[in-house]
């Protein structure tokens, strides 16, 4: 079999990816209209049984020999990934995509949103042999507050107090009702760390591997701790992360057996590998990136929203997914919300390119015959310049001039993004529709990259925040996904899927509604049949 | 001899200064720092603020340079301001690593490259210099990436006989080192082959147009003879250091195979020290690139003196007659 032929049927491939969610939502429902045969129902339950042992070889992009074992740091794939290896943090986001008890065993609001009290696990210690108390987790919380580099620090600058209620229990207290908190606790920043750990050098945790081996940029090693205390989690004696920042040498290692999973497989590519028969892909539907170009709304000519929804009438999103995608992503509808995620507006329209509309806008718009500039980077994003040469060609049909200019990908995040009128960028999926939004669209957002400001925008998303009746706040998340829908200067165009890589023996490892991998967990929950 | 040493020993302590201040200026002038580099897309104002303060990058960029500079005249390379981590902890088994697979490449394609070059000398123009010009000559026209790619499908994919991950590490033995780092060693071999083997074809024929050669060839000597006893010792310097360049060039050029095939070396440290702007990182390998080259250059042009009778028996040799 030659590489084009793959190539060329994307779609038929495509179509031979087993979605396991979908899979075992159908498995269910069968065993619970019809009944299984018993003796198929039991070998099931046996495949599904954890076995113990083994040694898990990751292969993995997304890092870099500058890594550190500092969470304050983290930033990509790889740090998240022997972050969660080694520690816990306070919640975690399970297979529903709802906020489950970590390190806290529960929590409850205080009336009206306006402070959450958490009830920390009994008995769980570090590998360093200390128990874990209050005192751990407010410390592991304080990292990320006030004076700190952490990426996390917008996350947590809503909480106004955290006091130690007892040893086990302490109570959060915040400026604005916020009745999605916990969520913010999942964030892969905020590991739990003991009381006064200051020496990242090394890192100590409650996780169910300690730290062997830190090599970064080459490899990290974990060993198994022992009597993990999540049932079932914890499975492989030890785990082995390389990073492979190559997709084709990541691509061949997992075919030929040399390692037992790879993440941030390439569309161009999977339809090939998918037919390996040592491998299989597990593809998570449209909760990847979203990949979109961003018009500054304060400067001109994007000030007007015509010239914004010409860009959005404008531009070809099927075309894109099916061409540079190879149909492994979803079209965008211009917000960060992919239909996957809770209180999508299913009622808004999904925008259709319409090169008519786009070229009435436009003129609507009064500002002659101008030339857009579109700046573009794989630094960006793999797969920028390609769509941005596809819009231009899509806003052609429309008699707009699109001038599409590649830049360096080496500093993009400082030099082009948040400050040229109109350019290309990914936003990474997050826990809850209020991370998604607040952090890119609130005025006071420090990434708002369309500058967008809009006070009534605002009210609803901190409003939505306190709302506890849960028609009322699916209404106002609606309401405010319209308004960026049809005003907004985020022309997102399609949302990535993830397409992770397992050998045929590792199990356990259903897609995620958070992130690929297993969430990143893939260590802590899968295991070898 | 001594003093030949001697000078370029403190010529190449110099450049190797003059290396440090143009890195140096080098990444001061490319956009961003460490902290923006770092904190990338998730950076925030505040937070920059915090991790610039905590690295000294509000110091003026001279008081940092000599900073640094005191630090490494006292033998401390510092820490890398990403990960805090000991320099010369996580370079000097990277520099290993590289120089085992540029030792590994050499070992295989210099006894090749020189021994064809001179075969395709001795047969100038004959089917078999054609042929070995023609191949090698392709190969180094094929990107290096591709090479890998080609010889992972070949052995790894349809033969099975080497992995394709070249990951080495501490706690392996000699003969798997080897083992796994045979396909970047042929793919390194392939992509310098072609140089030298054409510089030596070269110098070998130009000391046959000399007229010693000739007197050879009309005392009747045979080819073989002439170009072995007569030509080849006059034609050592500058194969050596045709050869010298091209160690140097596994050493500090191999990047891109390093990362086709995993493999930790130097290359992709400092890539991705200067794609995170971590300055100390950078000088660290930038010094021990140039340094490689002051000592290859240096072995060469001994070695050339060594091979060579005149020089050999001159009192002073300078660098400069050497080329001439």
């Known amino acids: 079999m030659s590489m084009t032929d793959t190539l060329e049927k994307p779609h038929s491939a495509s179509g031979l990816i087993v979605d396991r969610r979908q899979l075992m939502a159908g498995a269910a429902a069968l065993g619970l209209g019809f009944g299984l045969p018993a003796a198929s129902a039991a070998a099931a339950a046996a495949a599904e049984t954890p076995k113990k042992g083994g040694t898990l070889r990751l292969g993995m992009e997304g890092g870099s020999a500058s890594d550190s074992l500092d969470p304050r740091t983290y930033a990509d794939s790889i740090p998240i990934s022997y972050g969660w290896q080694i520690c816990n943090g306070l919640v975690e986001v399970d297979e529903k995509g709802d906020a489950a008890g970590e390190l806290a065993e529960s929590f409850e609001p205080k009336p009206g949103a306006t402070g959450w009290v958490f009830n920390l696990r009994k008995g769980i210690t570090f590998h360093s042999g200390k128990t874990l108390d209050a005192d751990d987790v407010i410390y592991s919380l304080n990292l990320h507050r006030g004076e700190t580099k952490s990426g996390a620090k917008d996350l947590l600058s809503g909480i106004s107090e955290i006091k130690k209620l007892t040893p086990n229990q302490i109570e959060i207290s915040l400026k604005n009702p916020d009745a999605s908190l916990p969520y913010v606790f999942a964030d892969y920043h905020i590991l739990i760390v003991p009381n006064g750990f200051s020496n990242f050098s090394t890192l100590d945790g409650t996780g169910a591997f300690a730290l062997e081996t830190f090599e970064p940029g080459v490899r990290v090693i974990t060993k198994n701790h022992g009597n993990y205390w999540k049932p079932g989690r914890g499975n492989f004696d030890s785990v082995e992360l390389r990073y492979i920042p190559d997709a084709a040498a990541r691509t061949q290692a997992l075919i030929s057996g040399q390692i037992d999973a790879a993440n941030r497989l390439d569309p161009k590519t999977v339809a090939f590998v998918m037919k390996a028969p040592t491998v299989n892909v597990v593809r998570t539907k449209g909760t990847g990136n979203r990949f979109a170009f961003v018009a500054l709304c304060d400067t001109n000519p994007y000030t007007s929203n015509d010239v914004r929804l010409a860009l959005k009438y404008g531009i070809d999103r099927q075309k894109i997914v099916d061409t540079v995608y190879k149909g492994f992503a979803t079209i965008g509808n211009d917000t960060t919300v992919p239909p996957s995620m809770k209180y999508f507006a299913k009622d808004i329209p999904q925008r259709p390119y319409d090169p008519d509309k786009a070229a009435f806008h436009f003129k609507k718009a009064g500002i002659g015959a101008a030339k857009l500039e579109l700046q573009v980077s794989e630094g960006a994003f793999s797969g920028a310049t390609d769509s941005a040469v596809l819009y231009q060609e899509a806003m052609k049909k429309a008699g707009i001039d699109l001038e599409v200019k590649r830049v360096s990908g080496d500093g993009y995040w400082d030099n082009v993004w948040l400050k040229q009128p109109f350019c290309a960028v990914y936003w990474g999926g997050r826990p809850t529709i209020d991370n998604q939004l607040s952090q890119t669209f609130l005025s006071t957002a420090n990434w708002n990259d369309t500058h967008w400001r809009r006070p009534d925008f605002d009210k609803i998303i901190i409003a939505a925040r306190g709302e506890l009746d849960e028609k009322k706040r699916a209404e106002m998340y609606a309401e405010a996904q319209k308004m960026i829908v049809d005003d907004g200067g985020m022309v997102c165009f399609a949302v990535g899927d993830y397409l992770d890589g397992y050998g045929k023996k590792v199990k356990g490892t259903a897609p995620h509604p958070h992130y690929d991998m297993c969430d990143q967990r893939v260590a802590e929950k899968g295991w070898f049949a | ?324």
């Not at chain 2, 000097?92 to 395709?120: D, E, H, K, Q, W």
């Not at chain 2, 798997?176 to 110098?203: E, K, S």
Request: glycine share 6%.
């Open chain 2, 1 to 324: 001899m001594l003093r030949l040493v001697a000078t370029r020993a403190a010529l190449g302590v110099l450049t190797l200064l003059a290396v440090s201040v143009l890195i140096f200026i080098c990444t001061q002038i490319l956009p961003g720092d460490v902290a923006a580099a770092v904190l990338g897309q998730q950076a925030t104002p505040d937070a920059l603020k915090v991790f610039r303060a905590e690295l000294g990058l509000d110091k003026p960029a001279y008081i940092r340079y000599f900073t640094w500079l005191f630090g490494v005249l006292h033998g401390d390379f510092g820490r890398a301001l990403t990960n805090q981590r000991d320099i010369i902890e996580e370079l000097l088994p990277r520099f290993m690593n590289t120089l085992f697979l540029a030792g590994y490449a050499a070992a295989i394609s210099v006894p090749i490259a020189v021994g064809l070059g001179i075969m395709s000398a001795i047969r100038e123009g004959r089917i078999s210099d054609r042929v070995a010009n023609v191949l090698t000559l392709i190969a180094i026209s094929v990107p290096e990436f591709f090479v890998g790619y080609i010889l992972i499908f070949i052995f790894t994919s349809q033969l099975d006989w080497f992995p394709s991950l070249a990951t080495v590490s501490s706690d392996m033995s000699v003969g798997d080192r080897f083992y796994v780092a045979t396909l970047p060693a042929l793919t390194l071999t392939l992509v310098v082959l072609a140089h030298m083997l054409r510089m030596t074809r070269n110098a070998v024929l130009s000391i046959m147009s000399t007229a010693y050669i000739e007197m050879a060839f009309l005392k009747g000597l045979s080819r073989t003879r002439v170009v072995s006893r007569h030509a080849l010792p006059n034609a050592a310097g500058p194969i050596v250091s045709v050869v010298a360049l091209d160690l140097a060039y596994l050493v500090v050029g191999v990047v891109v195979v390093e990362n086709v095939f995993v493999y930790p070396g130097v290359g992709q440290y400092m890539v991705d020290a200067v794609a995170k702007r971590d300055v100390p990182v950078i000088q660290a390998c930038g010094l021990v690139f140039a340094a490689v080259f002051v000592v290859l250059n240096t072995l060469a042009d001994i070695l050339a003196i060594v091979f060579n009778p005149r020089l050999r028996h001159r009192r002073v040799a300078s660098h400069g007659h050497l080329r001439a």
